[in-house]
């Protein structure tokens, strides 16, 4: 980018500007099949550096298009010019009136969003299946629904006032008493322009029929005109017609929503057809029967979701009542209705919904290598819903799409289906022809083309098509009179170009096994620890394909320089936590692919002396004790050394070294006992007897026996091997445990979370337990709790998370404690193993909100279940972390 212009830009908002090729072509990938690269991406720190930024780019020439979640499938948020970051900085969330209303920043992902709000019996309306990913900025620019809000809760619908940018620079808060004598100062054309447009089309008869008919569906095809007959000021107007807008009128920096009361009570079920247009049929008698939700899905979206093979169509079914009489009276009619029962059991309705939620991901997720995943979305009166299943059916055959699938909101008349297609060899004429005759069926039927994705570029060459040349002049107008300059989004939802759904298209580019499969969706970004500070698993992934398309088409200097931007920003501060695994519906763990790729660069040198390591583990952790021993002692030599490049970086917040593990062999043991070697490496918090002296009294206060196995001091977990990339000495340290721990008949168990799943992987078949699950089921019942603390500040770990330890986690916590918190924020520290040690940013980023969480509260004592994880929080928040078993155990000493 000129350097002009980048003075420009950052005179408006210092620091805001990354012209870097890693941080452009990262965040050019989006969930949709388009692909644009940015010349900057643009993080400002507020609404007054978004106006400022807003008007810099317009005086130079070039469109700002606002980026958050990135979940959107029709290419909002692509642009080859400038790319908002308006996600980072962007994610407060404040319960108003007790959860009845509540004040949400663009950034703050709706599942966050309902976390603060279910404690109030609340949630918001819209409940779109990308919740764990998709933002609130993205909900209010798309108008979401989703699959039980219908068009009656959705965004248009619960949202009660906005404060919003205007391009001009101009900030409004809609839900201000004087927010129209404001825009009329601030904005004189376009208050004058809102009215004049709304009185336009309320003096058209045709007009106001067509709208009425378009948004009695689902419907976010072009502005939504409904806001022209509903509001009749213009400050209410503009809010509603920001909505579905999909960033082209303004940036919406904060909106308050009315929420809708979170139902106690659900039953679920998945009913079986035949065919998908018997399925279909039993809509309208199954709408009479009130369900919040009814989800079609047809054979292929059955098999890809690993349902049974010879399923052809199924809906899942689900009531929500606050009565549970009320739900009985429903599961009977149900059954009458169906022919099959309905499930209030929590983890199946969860499985249910899971796999539909996932869906899109899923399928998408097996498609054949080096294609890309289409997914449209549309709707139709419910009555000819099965006539278009049948028109799509006939045209993906017409077309030679084979293996389409078919689901969608059944209840709200809206079908979404996906083809997948390659795009790589700029072929496009197979997707247009099929596009022009799927546009023809829906409008034909008296649908809309867009149901809840948003127009995007894909739709926007037919928005004329489905309204009319008389309201397309309309929406032309609002675009006009809201961003004269057309500086807002350039080239999404509304254009004149017949062609502009075929350019831009994304090609997938083959790069790894272990990565191939991701579909760009972005549901693993909230829970990735580095988001905020270099990449996340969707950008690492896009920026190997990116490399590799910049090495395939011999441009060397764009690939040197990913190359070497990528070391640090994707390889160095990856914390391999897997918990993008927890989020991908595919499953992916870009920790795998980071293994490999550090392992690449580890010399036959250092493999050899991490195997010596892994031969002499107990000479080699009780140096590592001595040197932080030795840094407390000498920090000045300690602060000299860290400077080194490769070395741990030692502050004085790091703990000395712990204890040597010692064997203690019994018979006829309870369990066999593998202290964690992080009790050698990290001395006990504030002088305490550590978590293994804990483990030890508690097993026997509940007159249980630990057999800690000869040898115990060379054993590890291997997670020191397996996170570098390490084979050779992760087989041998495998072989080392192996050797010790033979075949038990009792459990194995270990007292730290991390530790557990590195011996679940290094000891496949054998029983290994976390030292909390098993305290939870064996010991806990068996002590009686002498002391219990008024508040407990709790983290639980990526790896408690992955084990599934929050049942057990929270039996102990609610045992020693009478409030137990996890504070908002909470995400995985980070930490890593030595991460921490090598880059401490990564942890401070990573637990930035969880410690500012922590310090606006109150608590008698704060626990995690692992020493590192500890040793992050304490540093973070300057609160000290113990294991949650040494509280235990200090709650039930006699």
């Known amino acids: ?10 005179n408006a908002a210092p620091g ?124 209010i620019a798309n108008n979401s629904s989703g699959m039980t809000c219908g068009t009656h809760a959705n965004t248009y619908q619960t949202l009660e006032s906005l404060t919003l940018v205007l391009a001009s620079g101009t900030v409004l808060d809609t839900g201000a008493p004087d927010a129209d004598a404001v825009l009329r100062h601030h904005e004189p054309s376009l208050a004058a322009a809102l009215l004049s447009l709304r009185d336009r089309v309320r003096g058209n008869l045709d007009s106001v029929r067509r709208i009425e008919q378009q948004f009695a569906m689902k419907n976010t095809m072009g502005y939504g005109l409904n806001s022209l007959l509903d509001h009749d000021s213009p400050a209410q107007i503009l809010a ?96 009458r209705l169906l022919g099959t029962s309905l499930s209030r059991d929590a983890a199946g309705r969860a499985a249910l919904w899971h796999t539909r939620k996932g869906l899109y991901a899923a399928v998408a997720g097996a498609r054949p290598a080096g294609t890309v995943a289409l997914l449209e979305d549309v709707a139709v009166p419910v009555p000819v819903l099965a006539d278009l299943c049948d028109d799509l059916t006939a045209l993906f055959d017409r077309h030679g799409y084979e293996r389409s699938v078919i689901f969608g909101h059944a209840k709200d008349g809206n079908l979404h289906f996906m083809l997948t297609e390659r795009f790589g060899d ?89 990565v191939d499969r991701c579909v760009e969706c972005g549901y693993c970004e909230p829970v990735c620890p580095s988001r905020d500070l270099t990449t996340t698993p969707r950008q690492r992934i896009v920026l190997r394909r990116e490399l590799a398309a910049a090495t395939a088409a011999g441009d060397l200097p764009l690939a040197e320089e990913l190359a070497r931007e990528y070391q640090y920003d994707a390889v160095d501060t ?103 070697c992080l009790s050698t490496l990290f001395a006990p918090a504030d002088g305490g007897a550590g978590v293994p002296a804990a483990v030890r009294r508690l097993a026997a ?56 799943e590195g011996f679940e992987r290094l000891l496949p078949g054998v029983p290994v337990v976390d030292a909390v699950a098993w305290v939870a089921s064996e010991v806990l019942p068996r002590l ?46 980070a930490f890593a193993g030595d991460r921490g040690l090598l880059h401490p940013e990564l942890t401070a980023s990573a637990t930035r909100a969880e410690a500012e969480s922590v310090r606006r509260g109150v608590y008698a004592a704060h626990a995690s279940v692992n020493r590192t994880c500890e040793i992050g929080l304490t540093r973070s928040t300057g609160e000290t972390y113990h294991h949650l078993l040494e509280l235990l155990d200090q709650a039930t000493e006699e």
């Open 1 to 10: 980018m000129h350097a002009r212009l980048v003075r420009a830009l950052e």
């Open 426 to 514: 700029g072929d496009s004429r197979r997707y247009a022809a099929f596009t022009e005759d799927m546009v023809d069926a829906v409008l034909g039927r008296g649908g809309t083309l867009k149901a809840e994705h948003g127009t995007g570029r894909v739709m926007a060459p037919f928005v004329r098509r489905q309204y009319g040349d008389e309201l397309f002049d309309v929406m032309v107008a609002i675009k006009r009179a809201c961003d004269p300059a057309g500086t807002l989004n350039p080239g999404v939802l509304l254009t004149d170009d017949p062609a502009a759904h075929l350019k831009h298209l994304k090609p997938v580019v083959a790069v790894e096994s272990e």
């Open 574 to 676: 990856c914390a391999v936590d897997g918990m993008c695994a927890t989020a991908c519906p595919v499953l992916i763990n870009t920790g795998d692919l980071t293994k490999r790729l550090r392992a690449s660069t580890v010399s036959p040198a250092q493999q050899r002396a991490w195997g010596s390591a892994a031969r002499h583990w107990d000479g080699v952790s009780r140096a590592m004790k001595l040197a932080l021993n030795t840094a407390a002692a000498g920090p000045f030599v300690a602060r000299a050394a860290t400077r080194l490049p490769g070395l741990p970086r030692w502050s004085p917040d790091l703990p000395r070294g712990g204890a040597r593990r010692r064997p203690a062999p019994v018979s006829s043991p309870d369990a066999l006992y593998l202290p964690s």
């Open 784 to 829: 009686r709790v002498t002391r219990r603390l008024p508040s407990l500040a709790l983290h639980p770990t990526c790896s408690s998370v992955r084990l599934g330890l929050d049942g057990a986690i929270a039996a102990v916590a609610g045992a020693i404690a009478d409030r137990v918190d996890i504070p908002e924020g909470w995400q995985c520290c």
């Open 16 to 139: 805001s500007v990354r012209t870097r090729a890693t941080d452009r072509l990262g965040l050019a990938h989006d969930a949709s099949h388009y692909l644009l690269a940015p010349q900057a991406v643009l993080v400002p720190r507020g609404a007054t550096e978004v106006a400022a930024l807003i008007r810099a780019a317009a005086a130079v020439g070039l469109g700002v298009t606002f980026r958050s979640g990135g979940t959107s499938l029709s290419g909002q948020a692509g642009t080859d010019q400038l790319l908002m970051d308006v996600r980072r900085h962007f994610r407060q969330i404040e319960v108003l009136d007790g959860g009845a209303r509540v004040r949400v920043q663009p950034g703050a992902v709706l599942r966050q969003v309902n976390a603060r709000l279910a404690p109030h019996g609340r949630r918001l309306g819209p409940d779109p299946a990308s919740e764990s990913a998709c933002t609130v900025g993205g909900v």
């Open 701 to 756: 206060r509940a007159g249980l026996r630990l057999s800690v196995p000869a040898g115990i001091g060379d054993l590890c977990c291997g997670t020191p091997w397996s996170s570098k990339g390490l084979p050779d000495g992760y087989e041998i340290m495998r072989q080392r445990v192996r050797a010790a721990v033979g075949d038990p008949a009792v459990p194995v168990i270990t007292d730290a979370a991390s530790c557990t």
């Open 240 to 335: 509603h017609l920001l909505i579905g807008s999909e960033g082209t009128l303004g940036f919406v920096a904060s909106a308050v929503f009315r929420t809708v009361p979170l139902a106690r009570h659900a039953s679920t079920g998945l009913v079986v057809f035949p065919t998908l247009r018997e399925a279909v049929a039993a809509m309208p008698e199954l709408v009479a029967a009130g369900p919040a939700a009814v989800e079609l899905l047809d054979a292929e979206s059955l098999r890809v979701s690993g349902r049974s093979a010879d399923m052809e169509a199924a809906l899942l079914v689900e009531w929500q009542e606050e009565d549970l009489s009320l739900l009985a009276e429903r599961e009977a009619a149900a059954h």
